[in-house]
Structures are given as structure tokens and as C-alpha cells.
């Protein structure tokens, strides 16, 4: 600080600046719209799992009001696309459409069409049709008990996406007897996407939404240039193992630790490979970074059934592509790491890389 009159005037010019800081401080603590630096953070139960949105840089009302939108979207979107609900749009196609074209909402239709293309870019890793699989493992509501080798190939018959027609002039979905979608590997980041579209129609220029692990984060935090985000244990611990840099982009974990089922003793994940009708076991987690929530979680989910090796070639192929495979080698774990990441990931220096 410049010296002005002897050494009285800084002092005194110290002490207001130091007053005034401690009472907009206090008052803060009162009144969080005050600051633009303090977040504003509203966080439910959603989709079967948490959900928290934090918000920068709006007043405390506005924050308030875009956070009760997004959220509102959220349990919008819950309410066609959850198989958990009996008058969800998606178990109504479930149970109705029965070989017969089905007329469906933009939003249904939408996310089906996606889910295809994510399907085929995958050469049907990922695929929504798998549910009688899942629900045969005894997620999704079915029996916790092992298949028999006869169960399995009779429930791949009615499993395959190549079977859905979808209509777009009539907005129709056909599905043949027997088959039945399981959004659940998709949805969240469908959600995702329509509550950050809902945040920045209110003005938000820096907010995270983040539904159980799926995340996309508009802008950065005031004074950084993205936000931080830890990557869990691929074993399920609560320890961080890396941190990863995103900005306007998205990132989505699956992992075999978050759902799985112990049967006769062994523990079966709850992502089934759709080509076999077995759960995949040779893959503990895989992170995707991707523009938009909807393909981070589509793909952490196809890439999880993939494996490093194969989906190393997808993750390549696909623009603005991230991701990092996490598979067991011995006691310990190792990671491979495909397309991009610059310097925006960072493993804990004990991490083993292939
Ligand atoms: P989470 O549901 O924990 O967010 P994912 O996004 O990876 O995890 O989705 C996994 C869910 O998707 C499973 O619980 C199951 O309902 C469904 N699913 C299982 N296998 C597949 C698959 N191969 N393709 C698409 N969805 C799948
Ligand atoms: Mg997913």
C-alpha cells in the first residue's frame, strides 16, 4: 500500500478495508446471495439416486429459482423415462406396444434414437433392449438367483436393437412381443443435459449439475478455468484416485462397485454384455468425458462392455472423446487412458498405467 500521510493514514486505511471485509464476510454468512464467490447448492434424491447443482455468480434468488427448474425437469424427465414407475411413458411402451407401432412423446422418441446410435457405434455393447438380461441377473426388479445356460440364450432372443422400428413422421416405436427397454444406462445423462439447458436459460454461466456421478459443468468456477472433479476408487472405496479438469463438457462414471449381486457366492455386476447375456467381470470402472451428458453416460456405460482394447477404438473415433478404463491386474488395478486428456487428468502417482 502506498504511504500517504506518515505512516497514521495506511494504518487507518488498512483497518477500514479489513472492517468492511469482515462485515461483508458476516453478512454473507447471513445472506449467501451477497456473493458471487460463495456457490449457491441445492441437492435432492432423484432417479434412484442424489442429485446436487451448484451454482456461481447469479443472486440468491435467481440461483434459487433456476436450481427449482432444473430440478423440476429432473423429476419431468424421471416420469417417462423410469422403468421403476409403472406410469412412466417408457413402461407404458414396455408393456403396450406388443408388435404394434406406439405413439411416444419427443422426449421418448428422442432419447430412443440416440440410444440406437450409441448402439451401433458400440456394434451393440451398449444396447437398451438388454433389460430381460439385467432383470435375469436379478437387477431391474428380477429374481436374485444364478441362469441357467437355456434361460440365457432363450432371453438373448427377445434382446437385439436391430429389432426397434422407430417411426419419426408418426413418432412411433415398435416393439416386438417379448422385449422391453431399460433406459437406465442412458437417462441420467439425458437428464443431465435438460437440467443444465434449464440453468443456462436462466442465466447460469458457471454450475455443475451432477446426478449420482453424472456430471456436466457449465463454464468454470469464478477465477478457474475449469472445475475439478475426483475420479473414485474403481474398487469402491471412498479414496479419490485422480482428479479430472472439465468445462463445458461432460463426464459420467460406470462402475461394477455402485450395483452388483452376490449369488452363490460370487459377486455379478449389474452391466451385462449384450452379445454374451453374461455380466461383464473383466472391467472394474471406465470414466467418459463426452460434450454432452447423454453420450458420457451412454458410453461409460458401451465402454464398460467393450474393455480397453476395443473401446480404445471407439473412444478414438468419436470427436471430443475421453475416457479412462480401470480393469483389475493382480490385487491391484491398472488404467489405460484413451483419446486426448492433455494435462486436464491427473492420477495419484501410485496409479499403474498400461
Ligand atoms: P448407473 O445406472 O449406475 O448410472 P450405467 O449408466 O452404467 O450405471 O447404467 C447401467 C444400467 O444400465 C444397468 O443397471 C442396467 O439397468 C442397464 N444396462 C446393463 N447393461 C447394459 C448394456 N449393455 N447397455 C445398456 N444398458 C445396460
Ligand atoms: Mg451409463
Redesign the pocket.
Known amino acids: 500500500m502506498k504511504r500517504i500521510n506518515g505512516h497514521s493514514g495506511p494504518v487507518y486505511r488498512r483497518t477500514a478495508i479489513v472492517g468492511t471485509s469482515l462485515v461483508l464476510a458476516l453478512l454473507c454468512t447471513l445472506h449467501p446471495s451477497c456473493s458471487k464467490d460463495r456457490p449457491f447448492t441445492k441437492e435432492s434424491f432423484l432417479m434412484g439416486t442424489r442429485v446436487l447443482i451448484t451454482i456461481y455468480g447469479l443472486d440468491h434468488n435467481a440461483a434459487q429459482r433456476a436450481a427449482r427448474e432444473a430440478m423440476r425437469e429432473l423429476h419431468r424427465v424421471e416420469s417417462v423415462m423410469s422403468t421403476w414407475k409403472e406410469d412412466s411413458e417408457i413402461s407404458r411402451l414396455n408393456r403396450e406396444s406388443k408388435g404394434e407401432p406406439y405413439h411416444v412423446s419427443n422426449d421418448l422418441f428422442t432419447l430412443v434414437d440416440s440410444s440406437l446410435y450409441y448402439s451401433k457405434i458400440t456394434s451393440g455393447?451398449?444396447?437398451?433392449t438388454?433389460?430381460p438380461l439385467?432383470r435375469l441377473w436379478g437387477?431391474?426388479g428380477g429374481e436374485e438367483k444364478l441362469p441357467t445356460d437355456e434361460e440365457i440364450v432363450e432371453t438373448r432372443a427377445v434382446v437385439g436393437y436391430t429389432k426397434i422400428t422407430l417411426d419419426r413422421a408418426a413418432s412411433t416405436i415398435t416393439l416386438p412381443v417379448g422385449m422391453s427397454l431399460?433406459l437406465?444406462?442412458?437417462a441420467?445423462g439425458y437428464g443431465v443435459d435438460r437440467a443444465a439447458d434449464v440453468l443456462k436459460a436462466h442465466g447460469a454461466s458457471s454450475a455443475l449439475v451432477n446426478l449420482?456421478?453424472?456430471i456436466y459443468a457449465i463454464g468454470s468456477p469464478p477465477g478457474k478455468e475449469a472445475w475439478t472433479i475426483g475420479i473414485r476408487d474403481p474398487k469402491g472405496t471412498t479414496d479419490v484416485v485422480g482428479t479430472l479438469q472439465i468445462s463445458d463438457e461432460a463426464v459420467?462414471t460406470?462402475g461394477n462397485y455402485?450395483?452388483f449381486r452376490i449369488i452363490e457366492g460370487t459377486a455379478y455386476g449389474?452391466?451385462?454384455?449384450?452379445r454374451t447375456g453374461w455380466p461383464v467381470d473383466d472391467v472394474l470402472s471406465v470414466t467418459a468425458v463426452a460434450p454432452t451428458a447423454l453420450a458420457s453416460?451412454a458410453l461409460?456405460?458401451?465402454l464398460?462392455?467393450l474393455g480397453p482394447e476395443d473401446g480404445t477404438a471407439i473412444v478414438v473415433a468419436s470427436p471430443a472423446v475421453k475416457a479412462l478404463f480401470a480393469v483389475p491386474d493382480g490385487p491391484g488395478i491398472s488404467y489405460t487412458r484413451a483419446g486426448d486428456f492433455g494435462g486436464n487428468l491427473l492420477l495419484r502417482e501410485e496409479t499403474h498405467e498400461k
Open positions: 455393447a451398449f444396447d437398451i438388454a433389460r439385467v437387477f431391474q431399460d437406465a444406462g442412458i441420467k449420482g456421478g453424472n459420467a460406470s455402485e450395483n449389474h452391466i451385462i454384455d449384450p453416460d461409460s456405460t458401451g464398460f462392455v
